[in-house]
């Protein structure tokens, strides 16, 4: 799968695949998220690449821009017994974004607890549009909810992460919060994903890792 970062002429951002020989047809073109992130590392939009697309990947995938040995090993890892190569690695050393504010993911019009100074609420693109930043909350409209009803139960919600990998750095934030339950092994996957790009998870059964 060979995938793409756009931005339209309203300033919307999009991943954008085309599939090749090994790989599945996810039910949608692409990711849309209705706000252009400012900071667009490339292992965050690789890995975001990966969170929204990864389900129907197999063989090589080349990303928009080469990604980290750490990224890659993890993406190998998590994919697993299927074999996913990223194609271009970069091995020159760079700075990795860190922070110690959290954010909770919100799905759709869940709650958000109060103690939360700051969240990442993702909604359903077509119901809702564009989106609205205040006081370290977000909130975004986004077709990945088309992508996550494709999906197994214990990991339909990585979609709707893939949004909020995108968003973490403009908001300042290290760490996401999501109130899934899901099973240990896919909770240390995840935290194995996002540890490679400097981002850290919590759920609502285990701690900040």
């Known amino acids: 799968m060979k995938i793409s970062q756009k931005i339209d002429e309203r300033g919307r951002f999009s991943l954008a695949f085309e599939v ?27 890995l975001a690449s990966y969170l929204a697309f990864g389900a129907w990947i197999s063989g090589g995938v080349s990303f928009p821009n080469p990604v980290s040995p750490e990224l890659a090993s993890a993406i190998e890892s998590d994919a697993a017994p299927v074999r996913i190569r990223p194609q271009q690695v970069d091995y020159v050393p760079r700075r990795i974004s860190s922070s110690s504010a959290c954010a909770k993911v919100v799905v759709g019009q869940q709650d958000v607890d109060s103690a939360m100074s700051q969240s990442i609420r993702v909604l359903p693109r077509g119901k809702y549009a564009g989106f609205l930043q205040k006081d370290g909350r977000m909130q975004v409209a986004s077709n990945a909810y088309l992508l ?22 403009d908001l300042g934030v290290g760490a996401l919060q999501i109130d899934e339950n899901i099973v240990e092994e896919e909770r240390f996957k995840l935290q194995s994903l996002l540890g490679a790009v400097g981002l850290r998870l919590t759920t609502d059964n285990s701690r900040i890792v």
Do not use: H, K, M
């Not at 692409?30 to 965050?44: K, N």
């Open 20 to 46: 090749e020989a090994y790989d599945a047809t996810p039910p949608v073109g692409r990711l849309d998220v209705d706000y252009t992130p400012i900071a667009r590392g490339q292992d965050r939009v690789a």
């Open 148 to 169: 996550a009803g494709c999906l197994s139960e214990w990991v339909q919600y990585r979609p709707v992460l893939a949004v909020a990998v995108l968003v973490a750095e």
